[in-house]
């Protein structure tokens, strides 16, 4: 059985907490508060001290009545365990009365509340002698084992030991006779809210305003509950709760949140399970070049949008959605490993599925692999397209066995990897490609919530000289509309239109819908996110807010890692592995260094080669560099001029080398230089204590020979005696004739007193030393 709170329990069992932890004091479980965990038999054991075996509301016969007497003591007492011990569950009649207070403090509001004053009409009979709840302690005074005067001093005794429950008593008799005298059933209070929607820390007066209900009723509720506050005194999130439990409605903190924190919202909207629809699966191509790209996502598009549309119309945005089998496929029109990775990089990871192109005549090429490690490091299922197989000289076997080498097995061979056999020219086999698209779509499980405000990323964005800037947005969560304030990477606005692939206007976009929207104020860069405000005033805020915080965060840029910052973003960022991009001149070498960088041995960190490939370093290292982290290490290789100029601007670190052990060594040395230096001791020289002087205002001087080596005036030292050190400190003074002196070498005699430490002997030798750092091995 699970675990259960008090005040679920409470809440099933329809009473208020403070019975049910009372309950189970009076049974000797360890529980503190409503918050407290029973576990399956406790529960059990609690339950069945509360519930009563049948229901009546019979006069309670005197057995019963003793029983009751002494249940509610153990309640009221629960320092009185042993007395709790013995109370067994004590049937209907105690419970019953124990709940009639509760119904006594608590006016009919809501219909629930209204059932509760009808039980409390149907108890008041069986209580009209002055039971209940707290009426336990009543009783108590009429205890019929003794007099009432042994019940006074039994209860000053009480008293002194439980100055809480005494008062709860002295409330609790106070609230009986403001009920009895005032008859307060009916209330002018208005319906209680469907959600008690607070803020941590909120006082009594607070949850009144919104409650719509007297601080005073809410005192009295904690009061009941088991908590003591006045009205001014701030409560926590956990009284909150149970106390809107207590009134029967549902509590939700409210958040008070940086609202520039977009990503924030964004995390939160996506992982918002509150309602979950299944969504389609967004989907990139890559692959090397001229091995079908844009010939399968044209193929795609002009097969599966165009068809239905008179006269076929032109794309407008980088990305559609295309409909197959009675379900919906978006496809990111933006080929290139370089867009792909440049919006991991900016923290949008919108594809859920990678296919990978590969020509069958071409078989795996450079860009192959690299696509392979983008969508790798993304984590994204990768399905494989081997394309052109109409081609003569075709080989979909080769491409199959080629691709095993990086990990991708079909599902012929044991693996996991879907591939598929197509001609991206001629459409064949392109709709079993789709299926399988969905199929594993299906296995991924893809759904979002379209009923929470829209939030997603942007897949491009440009200024337009009649409209002004223009963004693609990807929406992942939500539904977004026309008139939507919304903050969009560093800018915001409101969404004034809003366009799907073939430019017609929309006016709402489900999750995986790739829109062009205008209205903001700005223009966005690809990779953003954006979120959807309640208001525009917010969105302004937020947005001007980011504006600011880009300017640091371009600052920040210039902490990418390189090996000169290895060792600090090391300790910094608490990095366990240095990712390397190794770009050489032939495989041999591309080999080589990759498996001595990867046995680089600094104690704590490795090398991770996320990539590794033959050629220059090209725009798509920089940005697979950029969105890792990672150095790029070229080998008898150039940047091109354009990946030259990128990682200059995004401060990737490129280096070049001729003799692979130069690189190496650099990457070594980076690494150990990130790591905490260590220190030893070197022992510099020894002396042999001869005399002993005692002066009163510097304590033991020791007089004696440097036996070897040389002692400095900062030296640390080791007392030592018959070979055991007796003391580690440091040198106070060191003289010669007198003087004070910096060093004292082997063969020459010394004056010395050691820091705080008097106890020396002759005979001792003073062992000097220093620590020295060393380089991590
Ligand atoms: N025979 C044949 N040719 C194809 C097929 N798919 C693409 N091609 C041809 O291959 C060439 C390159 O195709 P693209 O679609 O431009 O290749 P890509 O991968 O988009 O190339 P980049 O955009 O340069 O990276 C074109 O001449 C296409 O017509 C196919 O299935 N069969």
Known sequence: MAKKRIYELAKELKLPSKRVLDAAQAREIDVKNHMATLDGSQEKTVRAYLQPRKATNNKPKPAAKRATTRSQTDQATASKPVRSAKAKPQGKTATTQHQQPHSTTQKPTTGKNHSSQG???????????????????????????GTANSNKKKRRNRKNRTNRFNSMYSKNQRIRQNHKKKAPTVRKNRPLPEVL????????????????????????????????????????????????????IKSQEKETVNVSDIDKFFEEEEQNKDYQAPRPPVVTIMGHVDHGKTTLLDYLRDSHITAGEAGGITQAIGAYQLHHDGKIITFLDTPGHAAFTEMRARGANV?????????????????????????????????????????????????????????????????DTIFVD????????????????????????????????????????????????????????????????IVVGDTFGRVRTMANELGQDITTATPATPVEITGLNGVPEAGDRFVVFNDEKTARTAGEERAKEAQLEERKQNNRVTLDNLFDSMKQEDLKQVNVIIKADVQGSVEALADSLRKIDVSGVNVNVIHASVGAVNESDVALAKASNAIIIGFNVRPTPQAKSQGELDNVDIRLYQVIYNAIDDVTAAMKGKLDPTYVEEVTGNIEVRQLYKASSVGTIAGGMVSDGFVANDSKVHLIRNGVVKYDGELGSLKRFKDDVKEVKQGHECGLTIENYNDIKVGDVIEAYRMKEVAPQ
């Open 197 to 248: 929607v607070y803020q941590d820390g909120m006082n009594a007066q607070d949850l009144g305003k919104i409650l719509h209900r007297e601080p005073a009723e809410i005192i009295k509720k904690l009061f009941m509950l088991g908590m003591m506050v006045n009205q001014n005194q701030s409560l926590d999130k956990d009284a909150i709760e149970v106390l809107a439990d207590d009134y029967g």
């Open 422 to 485: 197509i001609s991206a020219k001629n459409g064949t086999n392109v709709d079993e490609l789709l299926n399988m698209i969905l199929l594993q779509s299906d296995v991924m499980e893809l759904q979002a919530n379209p009923k929470q405000n829209g939030a997603g990323s942007v897949i491009e964005a440009r200024l337009d000289r009649g409209k002004g800037p223009v963004a693609t947005l990807l929406v992942q969560q939500g539904t977004l509309h026309t008139g939507d304030p």
């Open 351 to 415: 594809t859920d599925i990678t296919v990978l192109v590969v020509a069958a005549d071409d078989g795996v090429m450079p860009q192959t692999v690299e696509a392979i490690d983008h969508a790798k490091a993304a984590q994204t299922p990768i399905i494989v397209a081997v394309n052109k197989i109409d081609k003569a000289g075709a080989n979909p076997n080769h491409v199959k066995e080629q691709l095993m080498n990086y990990g991708l097995v079909p599902e012929d061979y044991g693996g």
């Open 119 to 145: 039980q409390h009409q149907t108890k008041t009979k069986t209580t009209g002698n002055g039971t209940g709840k707290f009426g336990g302690s009543l009783k108590r005074s009429s205890n019929p084992n």
